[in-house]
């Protein structure tokens, strides 16, 4: 089978259509052409796009697949930008992708960095008495993770700063005045962080990226900053996850008693769901440079798929009732399949999979201990919508908090 055979997006380019429709573009259009990919044409260019296990199988584990020139500019510039870990393939991509394994996972950065997350927020909640939970969830993320990869407090400290690693994520569906603000947000940051390179404590995070040898040699400063930056800014996007959890407390509160009495396993079972049910990270792209056969599909050279995440987690094919909540369902990172891929599926150590799961969970389940077992608090009236046309989603208040009071 070759693309040709496979269903037509009848508009002559469908980029409006994806702005408009966020999250649902892929699946829905799937969902009308009875299969689980179609073609289209997006910013001018011809594009498959698969819903379902087998495009996810096909960028997190098929051979003869880059993400060099698969994503727009912007939003590589945005998120990975060139030479990061993310635009590497074969051999290079697993030596450096086994340091953020060493980060990430082996060690213990879930640990540590949650210790601090809780502590940190929980005062500053306690202090403030009233709270958006996006804002001062992601900002105080910001500064916990400053201080992990080894600066100090006049990198951790700057409010600034902070704000432009929450922006690197929150405008990466942006477009015009908006995106461009970020990316020059974003530039300063790189030329703050390359003058403070010396500064890193000996032995961090940052300072082993800092002096990771690839050929014999340190990776140039650039490299090292951008890579730096691959550590600070998914750290920072947890606290959109977080605020989906406070806004499910919020509509449900039924689960802060559970919450409050559930064990580590349990609690991280909820997180899981939350990862589910939470629209994060909508899709992924690469292209062939290769003929690749796939399943079935036969892909020529210089062919630019894009795979749906969050449709497949939404299906009933995969998950019975996917409109309830339930953490009972039992996915986990540690046993990942194809139809749940919040951050990517595959291999951690030699696909394009996110190292980072272990610490999102874990800076999941602290925010969760903040809200359910550390403090009190109300939730006035307010908009808890999330519009899925918005990339990336977020509840629409970004959850409103007050009368916080630390819990007897």
């Known amino acids: 089978m070759t693309p ?21 573009f892929i699946p829905d259009r799937c969902a009308r052409f009875g299969g689980d990919a179609f073609r289209t044409r997006l910013l001018g260019r011809e594009v498959l796009c698969f819903s379902g296990p087998r495009g996810v199988r096909l960028l997190y584990g098929a051979g003869g697949l880059t993400r060099q020139g698969a994503m727009p500019p912007t939003v590589l510039r945005l998120l990975q930008d060139k030479g990061s870990v993310q635009q590497l393939e074969g051999a290079a991509h697993r030596h450096r992708k086994a340091l953020f394994l060493r980060l990430l996972v082996e060690e213990e950065a879930g640990e540590t960095l949650a210790t601090d997350f809780r502590r940190a927020w929980a005062e500053r909640l306690r202090q403030q008495g009233e709270t958006r939970v996006l804002d001062s969830a992601s900002d105080t ?43 020059l947000r974003r530039r300063r940051v790189e030329r703050r962080l390359a003058r403070a390179l010396d500064t890193l404590a000996p032995g961090s995070p940052g300072h082993r990226i800092a002096r990771f040898a690839e050929d014999g040699r340190p990776l140039p400063p650039e490299v090292a900053v951008v890579e730096i930056l691959n550590l600070l800014r998914p750290i920072v996007a947890v606290g959109r996850y977080i605020a989906f959890a406070a806004r499910i407390l919020v509509v449900e509160p039924r689960w802060i008693p559970w919450l409050r009495a559930a064990e580590d396993p349990e609690l991280e079972a909820f997180c899981e769901e939350l990862r589910r049910t939470s629209p994060f990270f909508p899709m992924t792209a ?17 062919q630019w798929l894009l795979a749906d995440l969050w449709g497949p987690m939404q299906a009933a094919s995969a998950f019975a009732r996917p409109e309830d909540f339930d953490p009972a369902r039992g996915q986990s990172w540690r046993g990942q399949d194809s139809a749940f891929a919040p951050q990517g ?49 977020r509840p629409e208040s970004g959850v409103i908090l007050s009368g916080i009071t630390p819990r007897a």
């Open 345 to 393: 599926a595959g291999d951690l150590a030699s696909t394009h999979r996110c190292p980072g799961e272990k610490v999102t969970l874990a800076l999941m389940a602290a925010g969760l201990k903040v809200l359910c077992r550390d403090l009190d608090w109300h939730a006035p009236p307010q908009d808890l919508s999330v519009a899925l046309n918005r990339v990336p989603a």
């Open 141 to 183: 993320l910001a500064e916990v993770a400053c201080r992990w990869v080894g600066f100090g407090p006049q990198i951790s400290a700057d409010a600034d700063l902070r704000r432009a690693l929450y922006l690197m994520s929150a405008r990466t569906g942006s477009v015009g005045p908006r995106v461009l603000m970020a990316l």
């Open 286 to 302: 690469a292209l062939t440079t290769r003929p690749v056969r796939h399943e079935g599909l036969d892909l020529p050279e210089g």
């Open 4 to 24: 040709d055979s496979l269903p037509r997006d009848p508009a002559p380019d469908a980029t409006l259509a994806l702005l408009r429709q966020g999250y649902r």
